[in-house]
């Protein structure tokens, strides 16, 4: 990056930055991310000869201009505040398995982050998932329900829109919107008229004089890890203790009803998902070392009902140790 804008400082100064990053990856960075403008945010890059830069999960936006007596006069001077959208793909199909994020049980299930604060991250919440709808806005004309309100909510905004006039909108902006019903139900959406091949969008807004610094760290999901090990040799596992030498991590011992030749050993509390750890784990009996234990692998999501009827469920990475 410091090479880029070195060649290009005379003629170019940076007017605004996105970072994204991810608590999974040990230097935070996202690997194989990919940003996509929307055409209308295109169009605007176009017409104030902006440049736009990706380094790592970082977007750089250059304005072309010059320093006069110490002062930067852009060549076109961005005028009110301009909001711009992002498409972002991932290229990870494990992005769900890392990320506090609800499992989509659909295709049609997006993201959609709108960055209202400058310089400051987002706190350790959910990231909220939301159907999605592309192409033509949808026709309110064939909604059962009677539709008394839509709103909109962008990176710097929220605001109505009227009903009546809404089959008269020819340039919506991508968004989340919500129809309000006279019944008072609720139907939120996320509308793109652009690729819906997407993993999620992005949104912030730039102002000519102002810092236009956005950060968004995207959090990695706790999960709880078991093991289960399967010995013809051993016999009364479930003396044994797995232990983790920075004791951090505590596991317990659990009967299998189903199977009474497995013997289950699970983590008390969720444990962060993250690129490496420190951590070693070992399996001991009676204070013996009887062998390291292995990380379990993303891929290995094991679901247990807690409660069907409120549907809740309890999520495992399932590793199985033959001994």
Known sequence: MNKTILSLNQKHLVIATLNLSHN?????VIPNIEFYPSPRTSAFLKNYRLILKQEGSRL??????????????????IQETHSLVLGIKFNDEMFQNKTNVPFYTSKDQKFFININ??????????????????????????????????KYESSSEIKNL?????????????????FQFENQEESTFIWSNFDNLYDG???????????????????????????????NILKDLESCLVVDDNLEMEFNFEENEKDQSQFVFSSLNPIALKEKYPNKLSL?????????????????????SIDVKKSVNKYFLTT???L
């Open 24 to 28: 999974y990856y040990l230097s935070e």
């Open 60 to 77: 750089i936006i250059l304005q072309e201009g010059k320093y006069e007596d110490s002062i930067w006069v852009p060549k076109i001077a």
């Open 117 to 150: 604060d400058v310089e400051v991250s987002n706190s350790k919440e959910d990231l909220k998932i939301y159907p999605f709808a592309g192409g033509v806005f949808p026709s309110t004309s064939d909604l059962k329900l009677s539709l008394v309100n839509i």
């Open 162 to 178: 009227p009903v009546d006039k809404i089959n008269n909108y020819e340039d919506f902006i991508p968004g989340i919107y919500t």
């Open 201 to 231: 969008y992005v949104s912030f807004d730039i102002q000519q004089n102002a810092q236009n610094i956005f950060n968004y760290k995207f959090n990695n999901r706790e999960i709880h890890w078991e093991y289960i090990l399967v010995s």
């Open 284 to 304: 001991e009996k009676m204070g013996e070392k009887l062998l390291n234990l292995p990380f379990p692998e993303l891929k290995n999501f094991n679901i247990k």
């Open 320 to 322: 199985y140790v033959n």
